[in-house]
């Protein structure tokens, strides 16, 4: 018999001189038809599979009959699995050892939350087991925090690359010269066709401002920080010597860097963004 329980409760039936029989019950009368007909020929109809898979996992679990209670999971992961169902089935994963299962429908409940917890089942586990309901809640939670650190980290990312993009576009400006900006000793061409370094338009703003603010000597002026932040970001991952690179103040922040040991938080704040910086351009490259 392919069921050792099945044979272990029909062996003990007989022992007590009853009828050679055993009792079915807490599903319907055709699931235990479809358990029946699975369990002697292996073969099965697709719609009575579809509308009984979660009776027949039961079934073939409390029986001990892996192969086919593997089938059963095998049907709810491959389409019978649903947001209406996704609860039940997620209990009766939990019950039944089918550990793939259960993942499954807990990142069904977790990812489609609001439709999820809107169903019948839902709310009967709600008043049925408020510890699954805790656990769940938790989940999700959980999730939400994930997925707004990921978020932040994508939003940090895409500063450093932008922050990547700024430092080629500035040695670009600086060494080659752009279409309206460049080196004294280089002949720019206005008609070329636009430039492909996406940061260099901002960049070329910035520079223009930065050469005719009166306000920078004083420090008063947000652009023209944010132009000597550039600067001086530049110089820190500028592997040329001070005579070699093209780009201003390059020598001056490098002679900087190298005296500010008695400013050490500076310094390793520096060297973080350098860093990450660095990582935006392995990441996009």
């Known amino acids: 018999m392919a069921s050792p329980v099945m044979k272990k409760m029909l062996k003990q039936s007989k022992n007590r001189g009853r009828r050679n029989s055993i009792s079915i019950r807490g599903v319907p009368h055709d699931a235990v038809r479809v358990f029946l007909r699975l369990l002697y020929s292996s073969r099965y109809e697709e719609e009575e599979m579809n509308q009984y898979a979660m009776h027949l996992l039961v079934l073939f679990h409390a029986f001990g009959i892996p192969s086919l209670k593997n089938l059963c999971i095998q049907k709810l992961e491959k389409g019978l699995l649903t947001l209406e169902n996704a609860v039940d089935v997620f209990q009766l994963a939990r019950l039944c050892d089918a550990p793939r299962l259960c993942l499954l429908c807990n990142r069904m409940i977790v990812d489609n939350f609001p439709a999820v917890s809107n169903t019948e089942g839902w709310k009967v586990m709600k008043q049925s087991n408020p510890f699954l309901e805790t656990e769940l809640l938790e989940s999700v939670v959980e999730a939400d925090s994930r997925k707004k650190e990921r978020m932040k980290k994508m939003e940090e990312r895409k500063i450093y690359l932008q922050l990547h993009e700024a430092m080629e576009a500035l040695v670009h400006i600086c060494r080659d010269g752009c279409r309206t900006i ?66 201003p103040l390059c020598g001056h922040f490098k002679e900087k860097a190298a005296h500010e040991q008695s400013k050490k938080k500076d310094a390793v704040r520096w060297k973080l963004l350098v860093s990450k910086v660095l990582e935006a351009r392995t990441l996009c490259s």
């Open 182 to 247: 460049g080196p004294h000793d280089k002949q720019l061409k206005q008609s070329v066709a636009p430039c492909s370094f996406p940061a260099c338009r901002g960049l070329e703003s910035l520079i223009r401002h930065f050469a005719a603010c009166k306000k920078r000597v004083s420090g008063g002026c947000t652009h023209c920080r944010r132009m000597w932040q550039l600067f001086e970001l530049h110089s820190r991952l500028c592997g040329e010597n001070s005579n070699g690179c093209k780009v």
